[in-house]
C-alpha cells in the first residue's frame, strides 16, 4: 500500500525575507540577489518587494526610484505572458545599503505577518493565467501613478499592489478583488480630482497672463 505525500508548503513571503536577512550580512544588497532567494513564486514576490517600499511611510532618499522602474517592467511583462519576471542587467544589479533595506523590511514585516494570518486559497477564478494578465494592466496603470510627481499620491497605489501580490502568491483570489476594488475606487479618485483641478489651474494661469502688462 503506497502512501502519497501531499507537497509541502512553500514558505510565506515573511519568512522569506526574514531568511534573506539572514543569510546575507553584507553592508549592501543587490536586487538580483533579493529577487532570487523569494524562489520560483513568478511575479507575485517580485511585484510585492517593488512595492513595499512606497507602500510604508518610510521617507528613505534613492529606495523609491531603485524599485519603480522594476514595478512598471514587470507589471508589463505580466501583460504580455512572460513566465516569470526578467529584468535588466543594469536593475537587477543595483545596490543599496543594507541598513535602509532592514528599516523597509523590519516595518513591512509588521504588516505582512497580519495579513498573511488571514490569507488562504481560494476563489481560484482570479489566479488564473488569463485573470493575471488583466492584473498586468491594472498594476501597470498603478505602477505609472506611483511614478508621477504627485505629492502624498504613492502610498495607497503601492497598498493596492502589494494586497493584490500577496494575494497571487498565497493563491488568494479574495484578496485580489479586495486589492482590484481598492485600485478601481482610488483611480477614480484620482480621476475625479484631475479633472477638478486642471481647469481650476488655467482658470487661474488666465489670471495670472491677464495681469501681466501688454
Not at 28 to 42: N, V, Y
Not at 111 to 116: F, H, N, P, R, V
Not at 143 to 162: D, G, K, R, S, T
Request: aromatic share 6%; hydrophobic share 50%; charged share 15%.
Amino acid at each position: 500500500m503506497s502512501v502519497t505525500s501531499s507537497p509541502p508548503r512553500t514558505l510565506q513571503t515573511s519568512r522569506l525575507l526574514r531568511r534573506f536577512l539572514q543569510q546575507h550580512r553584507g553592508d549592501s544588497i543587490r536586487l538580483r540577489d533579493l529577487f532570487q532567494s523569494m524562489g520560483s513564486r513568478a511575479f507575485g514576490p517580485t511585484l510585492l518587494v517593488c512595492s513595499l517600499p512606497e507602500a510604508l511611510p518610510l521617507p528613505i532618499a534613492g529606495v523609491s526610484a531603485i524599485f519603480g522602474i522594476p514595478l512598471m517592467l514587470v507589471s508589463a511583462q505580466l501583460i504580455l505572458g512572460f513566465s516569470k519576471p526578467w529584468l535588466p542587467g543594469w536593475i537587477a544589479n543595483r545596490s543599496f545599503k543594507r541598513v535602509q533595506f532592514e528599516k523597509i523590511i523590519n516595518k513591512g514585516l509588521h504588516y505582512l505577518e497580519k495579513i498573511e494570518r488571514l490569507v488562504q486559497p481560494r476563489w481560484r477564478f482570479a489566479t488564473t493565467p488569463g485573470a493575471e494578465r488583466l492584473l498586468g494592466l491594472l498594476l501597470l496603470v498603478l505602477a505609472i501613478v506611483i511614478a508621477l510627481p504627485i505629492p502624498f499620491a504613492n502610498m495607497l497605489p503601492a497598498i493596492a499592489i502589494l494586497l493584490i501580490s500577496l494575494g497571487m502568491i498565497e493563491g488568494d483570489g479574495a484578496l485580489i478583488v479586495v486589492g482590484v476594488l481598492s485600485s478601481c475606487v482610488l483611480l477614480a479618485v484620482l480621476v475625479g480630482a484631475i479633472s477638478t483641478l486642471v481647469p481650476a489651474g488655467k482658470a487661474l494661469l488666465a489670471k495670472l497672463l491677464a495681469k501681466l502688462p501688454g
